[in-house]
């Protein structure tokens, strides 16, 4: 404590540290830290020059409610209210999913499959690429296609008007790639517009694929829509609904990229073969679990 009574931020970090342990949060300390780096601005490095300065009453009162939200359980990206994502910094909060690593593996993928179809057909800026991004959620996927590719057109569709609203705040923060960006309502593929058909080079999903019975975790379980994680008993029912249905939007070659758990990863592939995909495999994510079905429609 300073000589005249007030706090440093050293001091108040350890006590949020000790707060959060407390409540049982399994990374108190990088939790505090990037609560304390959103309430002070000072992000990296910097967090290091401000924790001997002392705490102004506003800034205080934004951090203390941060903590609290994040004692009662509140996943950390709520309480910031952002996330990074590849390369972007997301506006997050309940209406829709967190952003996770494993999805960034499936925009990579999804990017890869748009970019050996633009090498093939000699896409030009003229004659952009169409590419869909359903169940967009924040919009993650399909904003960062837009962002890292500008020969595509993207299409980003969910059936919650909650979670489109915040993917429409993240598409006014990545500028000139959003006028390359459509938003639209509704379940799946009835949100296309009907002249996209046979059209589409990559159709990319992260769909709810957990199964009614499936245990999740308390943080998951209590704040992420359920809507955006549980389609139905099993959890296949969305997946093969993308499977079965893609192929009719897809143009020649194009692929169908689905992000689902590794305990579905055989049966999807299976599925998508029986179906008259030219190729289907899984891929792993950064854990090694298969994590992402490609799924590719034959060239003609």
């Known amino acids: 404590m300073s000589d005249d009574g007030t706090l440093t931020w050293r001091q108040i970090y350890a006590e949020a540290v000790d707060r959060l342990a407390a409540s049982g949060a399994e990374s108190a300390e990088m939790d505090a830290r990037r609560m304390l780096e959103e309430a002070t601005g000072a992000e990296g490095s910097e967090w290091l020059v401000v924790l001997d300065d002392k705490a102004t009453e506003r800034r205080l009162a934004k951090f203390d409610a941060m903590v609290a939200r994040r004692q009662r359980g509140e996943p950390l990206q709520y309480v910031l209210g952002r996330w990074g994502f590849r390369h972007l910094d997301l506006m997050v ?4 999913l967190i952003p996770r690593p494993e999805t960034e593996q499936v925009a990579d993928r999804a990017l890869h499959e748009v970019n050996r179809l633009i090498e093939a057909e000699g896409v030009t800026y003229a004659d952009r690429l169409p590419v869909a991004d359903l169940g967009t959620g924040s919009g993650a996927i399909g904003l960062a ?3 890292e590719q500008p ?5 980003a569709t969910d059936i919650s008007s909650d979670a489109l609203a915040v993917a429409r705040a993240n598409l006014a923060g990545i500028g000139r790639a959003g006028t390359r960006v459509r938003l639209a309502e509704g379940s799946w593929f009835e949100a296309l517009p009907p002249d996209l058909l046979g059209q589409l080079g990559v ?13 999740l975790p308390r943080e998951v379980a209590e704040w992420e ?5 549980v389609p139905g008993p099993t959890g296949r029912e969305v997946i093969e609904h993308l499977i079965d249905t893609a192929p009719g939007w897809l143009r020649p070659a194009g692929a169908l990229v689905v992000e689902l758990a590794p305990t579905q990863a055989a049966s999807a592939v299976e599925r998508a073969r029986a179906a008259g995909y030219a190729r289907a495999e899984s891929y792993a994510d950064l ?6 079905l490609v799924a590719r429609v034959p060239p003609s």
């Open 145 to 147: 296609l837009a962002s």
């Open 203 to 215: 159709i990319v999903s992260n769909p709810p694929y957990v199964a009614a019975d499936d245990p």
């Open 151 to 155: 020969l595509i057109d993207v299409w």
């Open 287 to 292: 854990t090694g679990r298969q994590r992402v």
């Open 93 to 96: 909060d309940r209406r829709a």
């Open 225 to 229: 829509p359920r809507l955006a994680l």
